[in-house]
Structures are given as structure tokens and as C-alpha cells.
Nanobody, 124 residues
Framework: QVQLVESGGGSVQSGGSLRLSCVGSDKIFTDYCMGWSRQAPGKEREWIGYISRFGDTDYANSMKGRVRISRDNSKRVMYLEMSDLAPDDTAIYYC??????????????????WGQGTQVTVSS
């Protein structure tokens, strides 16, 4: 059974930093492109970025320069490091196993598997 479990969410002040983690099953970390997504209150879910099986990354234009995604396949963990956070970054953050064959930032595309999400709240 595929499982993705996020952790590291919480409350942070504006300008602060946060690192989220996502632990997954062996199958996921061997075979999948992994991504982070978020959904703010009243807004559509959007992709933040992805990391391929080989470590290649790409990020949404709105997030470039403030986020970094990394993965440690041996530990089955993916990370999302965020800096210079603002109240607009308040959202539920989800990790996802996007696909075995491709990576994507198109918000209309759905991944094969989602985590349960972790809340990030940024106060001004």
C-alpha cells in the first residue's frame, strides 16, 4: 500500500522559514517523480515544484528563489524548504507521487498519490 506522510507544518511569523518532510514507501521513492502542492483557503490547489527520481527540480515561477525541494531516496524522505514566508503562503501543503513517467507543474494534472497534508500558517 502506498503511503505518503507529511510533517513539519505549523505556525511561523512573516519572513520566517520552514522545512516540511514527506516520508513514503519504498515503491514510491524508487519509481516516482515527487512533488509538493498547496491549497490556500478559497483558492485552487497549485503545484509548488517537483523533484525527479534523478534529483532534477523545477519550481512554479511564483515560488522560485524561496523554495527548495530535495530528496533522500535511501531514507525515503522528500523535503520542502521555504524561506521569506508571507501570510499569503498560509495553506495546507501536500506531498505527492506525481508519476512514474513524467514530472509536471500544470495544476490541472493530478498525481497518482497524495499525502494527507500539513497545515502551514504564516502570521504577519
Amino acid at each position: 500500500q502506498v503511503q505518503l506522510v507529511e510533517s513539519g507544518g505549523g505556525s511561523v511569523q512573516s519572513g520566517g522559514s520552514l522545512r516540511l518532510s514527506c516520508v513514503g514507501s519504498d515503491k514510491i521513492f524508487t519509481d516516482y517523480c515527487m512533488g509538493w502542492s498547496r491549497q490556500a483557503p478559497g483558492k485552487e490547489r497549485e503545484w509548488i515544484g517537483y523533484i525527479s527520481r534523478f534529483g532534477d527540480t523545477d519550481y512554479a515561477n511564483s515560488m522560485k528563489g524561496r523554495v527548495r525541494i530535495s530528496r533522500d531516496n535511501s531514507k525515503r524522505v522528500m523535503y520542502l524548504e521555504m524561506s521569506d514566508l508571507a501570510p499569503d503562503d498560509t495553506a495546507i501543503y501536500y506531498c505527492a507521487a506525481q508519476s512514474r513517467w513524467t514530472c509536471f507543474l500544470d495544476s490541472t494534472r493530478l498525481p497518482d498519490y497524495w499525502g494527507q497534508g500539513t497545515q502551514v500558517t504564516v502570521s504577519s
